[in-house]
């Protein structure tokens, strides 16, 4: 049975000092996680009750403050995390959707905000703008031809020059294909010196 949510400030919690204990989220400063534990919700729970399912996805992001959780179906099998160990410091099973369900091991403070609230680096910085290009293949090229290398080169050095290119990650699907134990197939020659 669950208690109703009520926030760490609201329970005379020194928030800056869990803030401490805890691991923020990945590129989350201290001080946004400050912001983010100073607003978020604390559930109190009973031994037995489901905190969430697997293959679930609720954009939650949850700490365990006090109390024993068990993951279960995870990657681990069963695993009980304990708040007072190292992994209690982690965000619980933070994937989306869920990789397992989590349930209580014995009464537990879970501590949740939504992770649409971590604001990510472009949003700070005025945004990303993410498109797609392609290339242009050359008029007597046939689609089955294989792609040059030196024509995708050619078209990212195009687009860079362009201006207003701060960052370009460029992401290559089916770049290569292991056939075997150390065996390699290229499927942009020559992929091995193009690294």
Known sequence: M???ATTLASL???VR???RRLVSPPGVSFDQFY???KEAVVEKHEAGAKLFEKGTSDNRVMYLLSGEVDLIGGPEGQECISASGAKGKHPLADSQPRSCTARSRSAVSVLIFDRRRIARPEEEAGGIDVC???IEIDGDADENDPVDSNAIYKAIEERVRGGGVDRLFVFFAGHGV???LDVDYWL????????
Do not use: V
Request: no cysteine; proline share 12%; hydrophobic share 30%.
């Open 2 to 4: 669950s208690k109703p």
């Open 12 to 14: 005379g919690t020194d």
């Open 17 to 19: 000092d869990i803030a």
């Open 35 to 37: 912001e983010l534990a």
């Open 132 to 134: 797609d290009f392609s």
């Open 178 to 180: 292991s056939i075997g």
């Open 188 to 195: 942009l020659s020559p992929g091995p010196m193009d690294t």
